[in-house]
């Protein structure tokens, strides 16, 4: 059997393999793809396009001007922009420094802004100009200009690896947003494992940041990884405008979530594979479960799908599946540089790339890292014999039975998720005639009914769920089935929200 | 084009986007997300399902529409 490291080593040609080095800080990574990639084009807004070369040339400026700042080092910069040149060049440009970066969501309203400057401390803040308003309150921080940069230039600093490099909000859907802090060797080795996808990958890639620089998906596996790799990365600061223009733009890499593949399948049902702009090779898919349906849709089209896991609390990348056709449930393969172990059915995953700890939360941090350096997921898993990863459900959702008993709605779902008749489901706990049981909610998927009578619908998902159970112990099996006309309450990436 | 035109088309693009909906029940006073349960992301497919099919854009900075005849108002002054 290959172990994980082979698994990963081997997706790329041996020569391009012992091209890219790890390399653990920021300062080093800026400094390296400038010269190895020289004369390669490396970013683009449609208007101007800037080789390696410059894109380093333009860093090096960009940091002259905050260095002139004359903040500390390590002092906390935000970045406060959609996903525009300016914002790449000043995450590059503040980590490389050896400041400390934080991305704000290009959503954030104005009181947000003002209560996460003063939560993590932010010495420094810039700005889109039409976010500008939304600053005016802020005291004690340098607000400044998205677009400011010096004539002359400032070298990459000396950072110790084990500094603190950038701050991701998480968990901020719901109640106080939370600051990861993830060290330059945490980053880099998220940045480094973002090379790893099957064939060549040097110079072979037309990338769109589509997905938010605020998340370590969109900024590890969407940007620094097209770095990494020597491709080209178009930004995008209007994703409904930037999808629009994938026939000009022609993109042959996706790094996006389930809900932008379910919109492009969409667009591509109404208008045509050509509407993807006829180049796209490859959809690199995170953040949810990623329903067969859509994997079929895209492998019929010729476009290889990898999907992955991975939280803001390790650097984005824990596991990553390029066998989807083979292993279609599966999140994958545990990415190097990285020690799991699963303890009572939860995944602890130790390594370069997990974080130092919550900013100024204690408390949380103690929850989530042991004292020898484990972090505890919060996902139940499975490991097949193969040392495929799955996960059974999150620790936050059991169900726990009257006889004490846990079920994980995620393992009963599945199923649900394998029909191509399903759109969604859910499985919750509820009550029949006053006792608890099992419930589902199904969404259909109602194409594949081909105008057959809504009696139908209904008809087919029950015998479907009797399917099912015959499957299931008596005490897990689901006693309550409704067949919903209406979608689910949705959250922003459009996973089903659990209410 | 007319706007009863315009709804016929966006119909269509409604049954793909929200395959569950009955679109005889759908109306230019229909609300997008209340009643057809557009969210932000599925809003950005419409936009863009919409400007092909009808073959303009939507312009920068209008607010977002709340009915489907908002939407038909949109293409025909698009179109104009």
Redesign the interface.
């Known amino acids: 059997m290959m172990t994980n490291e082979e698994y990963f080593h081997s997706m790329l040609p041996k020569e391009e393999f012992e091209r890219i080095p790890y390399l653990p800080t920021m300062g080093q990574f800026v400094n390296w793809f400038t010269r190895e990639y020289a004369d390669m084009p490396a970013l683009s807004d449609t208007v101007n396009t800037f080789t390696y070369a410059q894109l380093g040339q333009r860093v090096a400026r960009r940091r002259a001007f905050i260095e002139g700042l004359g903040l500390p080092k390590g002092a906390h910069i935000a970045i406060f922009d959609r996903n525009s040149q300016d914002a790449i060049e000043l995450f590059l440009a503040v980590t490389s420094a050896g400041y400390v970066a934080m991305n704000f969501p290009a959503s954030l309203p104005e009181m947000a802004v003002i209560g996460s400057c003063m939560k993590f401390d932010i010495a420094a803040i810039f700005v889109r100009e039409e976010f500008m308003p939304l600053t005016a309150k802020l005291q004690g921080v340098k607000v400044l200009p998205a677009a400011s940069i010096a004539e002359t230039e400032a070298p990459a600093a000396d950072i110790d690896p084990d500094s603190p490099a950038a701050i991701f909000f998480t968990g901020g859907t719901t109640g106080q947003p939370k600051g990861a802090v993830l060290s330059h060797r945490a980053l880099m080795r998220g940045n480094y494992n973002a090379i790893f996808k099957p064939g060549k990958v040097i110079g072979q890639h037309r990338y769109i940041a589509i997905l938010p620089l605020s998340h370590v998906f969109g900024l590890i596996a969407g940007t620094m990884g097209c770095f990494y790799t020597g491709n080209l990365l178009f930004t995008c600061e209007d994703m409904k405008a930037t999808i629009g223009k994938f026939p000009m733009l022609k993109p042959t890499l996706l790094v996006i979530v389930p809900g932008i593949c379910d919109i492009l399948s969409g667009l591509v049902k109404m208008y045509g594979p050509q509407f993807l702009g006829g180049n796209l090779r490859m959809i690199i898919s995170g953040a949810a479960n990623v329903p067969p349906r859509l994997v079929d849709i895209f492998t019929k089209l010729g476009v290889e799908f990898c999907f992955g896991y991975g939280l803001t609390e390790t650097a984005n990348l824990t596991s990553a599946n390029a066998d989807a056709v083979t292993h279609p449930t599966s999140i994958g393969r545990i990415y190097p540089g990285q020690e799991t172990k699963v303890v009572d059915g939860e995944l602890w995953v130790k390594g370069d790339n997990v974080f130092s700890g919550y900013y100024k939360d204690p408390v949380r941090t103690a929850e989530a890292l042991t004292e020898d350096g484990w972090l505890r997921t919060g996902d139940l898993v499975r490991f097949d014999e193969e040392g495929y990863l799955y996960i059974t459900g999150r620790i936050k959702n059991l169900i726990i039975l009257s006889n004490g008993e846990n079920v994980s709605p995620e393992s009963l779902e599945e199923p649900f998720y394998a029909d191509p008749c399903v759109r969604d489901a859910m499985v919750k706990e509820d009550e029949l005639n006053g006792s608890q049981v099992i419930a589902v909610e199904i969404l259909p998927f109602m194409p594949a009914f081909d105008g057959k009578p809504w009696e139908a619908v209904e008809a087919y998902m029950n015998a479907l769920v009797a399917k099912i159970n015959a499957t299931l112990p008596s005490t897990h099996q689901i006693r309550k089935v409704t067949v919903r006309t209406e979608d689910f309450k949705r959250t922003g990436s459009m996973k089903v929200a659990r209410v | 084009m007319t706007k009863e035109q315009v709804l016929d088309g966006l119909k269509e ?1 409604i049954a ?5 909906t009955d679109l005889t029940h759908v109306t230019y006073e229909t609300e997008l997300v209340r009643e057809l ?1 557009i ?4 809003m ?2 419409l ?3 919409t ?3 009808f073959g303009m ?1 939507f312009p920068d900075g209008q607010a977002l529409p709340v009915t489907v005849g908002e939407v038909c108002d949109t293409v025909l002054n698009a179109r104009a």
């Not at chain 2, 793909?16 to 569950?20: G, K, T």
């Not at chain 2, 969210?39 to 599925?42: M, V």
């Open positions: 693009v793909v986007i929200r395959p569950n349960g969210d932000s992301l599925t950005m497919l936009a863009l399902a400007e092909e099919k854009r």
